[in-house]
């Protein structure tokens, strides 16, 4: 992908590049930190349509959402050859019971055989969390497990 | 009543009127530069409210408003920035001075103000307002945009152009010869390269002289440092305005954009009494007289700021219609033409009448520059529009 560099003197930087659809999209990074996302109108693509201010946070966690199916595909590729595992994702919504709690609090290995394989924080993936490992609000977590033990998984992360 | 009674309760009318205007001038989207300078005119010399106590503080907290606003200039924009904007724009930015910098020289002329005042007017009608500029551009959501960095590096090209004009300005006003304005060339360009090549190489030192990490210090350190530099520059006669720009260019990295940041304020609130005490020392009754120049000069440097921003665009492969954003963007003229005049009419060179011009011109521009970036764009559709209806029915 080509991704191009522009600096904006006095403001920060922008880096955009060509979709397929004919898009601009892109983000300006500001001298203070914060993050705008851009994407390109469709009829002048010198203009945008929108520029989405994003906190360093926000900005992490969009990238985990894009990002994370990839780690998914990649893992989930690996288990192929074991018939009946698979990989799938989920969300620790914010406010929700383990958002705040330890990993090992959620006894998901004990209760569905299931295990938490690495959790998504912020665009960065923290491999093979241990139990004492502090959940947050936005990040994703991804388990390996049979679709039994899946969909226990999600009712347990969800709810709890 | 009690005179330090007095002059609390005048200060504090003429910040909260300020406040007020302010609040009035962001909400239907211009910039509030105008309305300071209306605030001007209404107080003091037979205007609303008599500022006779506070005259000393206000004279002296306009000269930090100009030292703040040129130092902020120059911590704007990094010197690795500068130097690759001048490479890149160098082509747009000499258009951009024969284009706007000669309409200000012919008013001048016409006026018969002389060389001197040709020079100074170049200067009001030359220089963008980098402040109104940045703003609306992050308002109307166009940093994203393909001819956002056109426009900016022609904002850096100004910005250097600046540290070369104003040593030359202060020097000729001055009243000095012909050749001592060469050598006040020489000097200012000999200066700029050497802060230039302090800061690509010892900028740290320069930032390490006045960072620190206690907020309280670094700011004292920032605001005493330009104070210093600015007065000395001012005693040397090379105006004190131009010492604190080639100090904000010197500092450099983080440090730069820390003392940005905890400058702003700061700068808004001194060089808002900057703008005031140029209103209030500009006769109202002046302005008349000049109006219609002013609109002329308007009209025409409005079309050729457009043409500058047009071509740098083209050059950039830009379509039609981001190159005629990029030139209503340029519009704006504000803070710096202030200066300008404020330089010129402080050394008593030029006739009076020029800060009432640049007075009427600045009204007119910082209140059109906004205007003209907001509506180019349903502008330039409508025309097309209208062309494309009449070659359809042709």
């Not at chain 2, 006026?111 to 992050?138: D, E, H, N, Q, R």
């Amino acid at each position: 992908m080509n991704v191009e560099v522009t600096p904006l003197p006095g403001i920060g930087t922008r880096q955009d590049f060509m979709i397929r659809a004919d898009r601009r999209i892109g983000v300006i990074t500001y001298r203070d930190g914060k993050f705008e996302l851009i994407v390109s109108k469709t009829d002048d693509p010198d203009a945008c349509m929108a520029s989405i201010p994003l906190t360093p946070a926000e900005a992490g966690t969009l990238a985990g959402l894009l990002g994370a199916p990839q780690l998914v595909a990649h893992l989930a590729n690996q288990h192929s050859e074991v018939t009946g595992i698979d990989t799938k994702q989920f969300p620790i919504v914010p406010g929700s019971h383990f958002d705040g709690r330890e990993l090992g609090d959620t006894q998901l290995r004990t209760r569905t055989g299931a295990s938490i394989v690495a959790v998504v924080r912020a665009g960065t993936v923290h491999p093979s969390p241990r139990p004492d490992f502090v959940f947050a609000g936005g990040d994703l977590v991804v388990v390996v497990g049979t679709s039994d033990g899946l969909s226990s998984s999600a009712e347990i992360l969800g709810g709890g | 009543m009690h005179t330090t009674a007095i002059a609390l309760i005048q200060l504090g009318a003429v910040f909260f009127g300020l406040g007020l205007l302010g609040r009035v001038a962001w909400k239907i989207g211009i910039s509030p530069i105008p309305l300071y300078l209306i605030g001007g005119l209404a107080f003091g010399h037979g205007g609303l409210v008599p500022l006779d106590g506070i005259e000393e503080f206000t004279h002296i907290a306009s000269e930090i408003g100009v030292v703040l606003l040129l130092l902020l200039l120059g911590l704007e924009y990094s010197a690795s920035e500068l130097v690759t904007g001048l490479k890149r724009s160098w082509m747009a930015g000499l258009l951009d001075i024969v284009l706007n910098a000669t309409p200000g020289a012919v008013a001048g002329l016409l006026l018969g103000w002389g060389p001197v005042g040709a020079l100074a007017m170049a200067g009001v009608t030359y220089i963008s307002s980098s402040g109104i500029i940045a703003k609306v551009l992050g308002d109307l959501g166009r940093l994203g945009n393909r001819e956002t960095p056109v426009v900016l590096s022609v904002l850096v090209f100004e910005d250097l152009a600046m540290a070369l004009y104003l040593p030359i300005l202060t020097a000729v006003l001055a009243g000095v010869s012909f050749l001592g304005g060469l050598s006040a060339v020489g000097i200012s360009l000999a200066a700029i390269t050497v802060v230039l090549v302090i800061a690509l190489k010892y900028g740290r030192y320069v930032s390490a002289i006045v960072d620190s990490p206690d907020a309280e210090v670094f700011l004292l350190k920032v605001l005493g440092s330009a104070l210093l530099v600015a007065g000395i520059a001012s005693q040397l006669q090379v105006s004190a305005a131009v010492g604190a720009f080639l100090l904000g260019i010197a500092i450099s990295g983080s440090t730069a954009e820390n003392a940005t940041r905890m400058l702003e304020p700061l700068r808004d609130l001194f060089a808002a009494m900057f703008f005031v005490v140029f209103g209030l020392n500009t006769n109202p009754s002046s302005i008349p007289p000049v109006l219609g120049v002013a609109v002329a000069l308007a009209v025409v440097t409005t079309l050729t700021k457009v043409a500058t921003g047009w071509w740098a665009a083209k050059r950039q492969g830009i379509a039609k219609m981001g190159r005629a954003r990029a030139g209503a963007a340029l519009v704006a003229r504000g803070e710096f033409s202030i200066v300008i005049a404020g330089l010129t009419v402080a050394s008593g060179a030029v006739d009076e009448k020029l800060a009432a011009l640049a007075t009427a011109y600045v009204l007119l521009m910082a209140v059109f520059g906004p205007v003209t970036a907001r509506i180019v764009e349903p502008v330039v559709g409508f025309v097309r529009k209208r062309r494309g209806l009449r070659t359809a029915t042709a």
